[in-house]
């Protein structure tokens, strides 16, 4: 099935697919759908996948920048980036969201006027539980994501930060 399917039909084969292996990518869903991975996340279960307006970009990171760990990850056709620790504040400036903070290994700029969409996502991730938010283009493309910390040596969700996300998704699940 295609983009170009009736979207209920598309939306209920999406689900139907988590069900029996919530662990799968959103990468693979939307290469097997002709889609990008930003069209997929609104045929999630509202359970699984919340929208935050992307006008609320700056309180979003506000309060994500708060967080005791996170990891954030930026993926290419070539590689994918991990980085843990905690996300810097940042500040708007030409253009862009720079991300500049002395000791934060996380830096960089964000083309924000590309953001077309944000997605609070609460899917298994190789068999464990996640909880992450993703930013994607306006043509649904990813442009990073950010996952709630783990602990460095049991590898469990941080349950501050797990409390932290599962209070933002109540509050934009409320929106929807």
Same mark, same amino acid.
């Given at each position: 099935? =295609?983009?170009? =399917? !009736?979207?209920? @039909? $598309? ?11 919530? =662990?799968?990518?959103?990468?693979? $869903?939307? #290469? ?11 045929? *999630? ?10 006008? #609320? /970009?700056?309180? *979003? ?10 990891? /954030?990850? @930026? ?11 905690? *996300? ?10 720079? %991300? ?10 964000? /083309?924000?006027?590309?953001?077309? =969409? ?10 464990? +539980?996640? #909880?992450?938010?993703?930013? /994607?283009?306006?043509?649904? !493309? ?15 969700? *941080?349950? +501050?930060?797990?409390?932290?996300? %599962?209070? %933002? ?8």
């Amino acid at each position: 099935m =295609s983009m170009t =399917s !009736k979207p209920e @039909a $598309l939306q209920d084969e999406i689900r139907a697919l988590v069900e029996k292996n919530p =662990s799968t990518t959103l990468s693979k $869903l939307a #290469h097997d759908h002709g889609l990008e991975e930003g069209q997929i996340m609104p045929l *999630l279960s509202p359970e699984m996948a919340v929208a935050v307006p992307a006008d #609320h /970009f700056m309180d *979003l990171w506000k309060e994500i920048s708060q967080w005791k760990r996170i990891t /954030f990850i @930026a993926i290419n056709d070539g590689m994918v980036v991990e980085v843990k620790g905690t *996300l810097p504040q940042g500040s708007s400036g030409h253009g862009m969201f720079n %991300l500049h903070e002395a000791d934060n290994p996380i830096g960089g700029h964000i /083309f924000i006027n590309k953001l077309g =969409s944000i997605w609070l996502l609460s899917k298994p991730h190789f068999g464990v +539980e996640s #909880h992450s938010v993703h930013y /994607f283009t306006r043509e649904g !493309k990813p442009m990073f994501a950010i996952y709630v910390g783990r602990d460095t040596e049991t590898r469990q969700l *941080l349950e +501050e930060v797990k409390n932290d996300f %599962l209070t %933002l998704k109540a509050k934009y699940g409320d929106h929807s």
